[in-house]
């Protein structure tokens, strides 16, 4: 995980690696040989701490499920934080097929706001999403 942009304090945005091994196919004088090398495709994720909020950019050609990138997210951060006896979850905050459904059924979409209720109050907030 790389930073690439601090925003401010509490906004930030990453890009998320996974590590390939492509394959690579070069002629030569009498055949094609098949080369090995490493590629690092990546996604981008964004940290909002003030409202305690991860997202992650969809992109399969990385990772085939965003359940197996969060994983990843997931891994890196709970080692950490049990060190100082702190809890590490990640949580969808909406289903994705029933947003998904609104979304194509709306002509125009101004603002979408989503409350989650847990253990400490979050709200997260879309705003003016037009389609």
């Known amino acids: ?28 004088e009498d055949d094609i040989k098949i080369f090995l090398e490493l590629d690092y495709p990546f996604v981008y994720i964004v940290f909002d701490l003030k ?40 949580e969808p905050v909406t289903f994705e097929n029933f947003f998904w459904d609104h979304v194509e059924k709306a002509q125009k979409i101004y603002e979408v706001a989503v409350s989650l209720k847990h253990l400490i109050c979050l709200e997260a907030y879309i705003v003016k999403m037009i389609l």
């Open 1 to 28: 995980m790389f930073l690439t942009r601090k925003y401010n304090n509490h906004l930030y945005l990453c890009k998320f690696a996974s590590e390939k091994i492509r394959k690579k196919h070069e002629p030569t």
């Open 51 to 90: 409202r305690q909020l991860i997202l992650v950019q969809h992109k399969s050609s990385v990772f085939q499920d965003r359940n197996t990138a969060i994983n990843r997210i997931r891994g890196i951060f709970v080692p950490r934080t049990r060190i100082y006896s702190y809890n590490f979850t990640i």
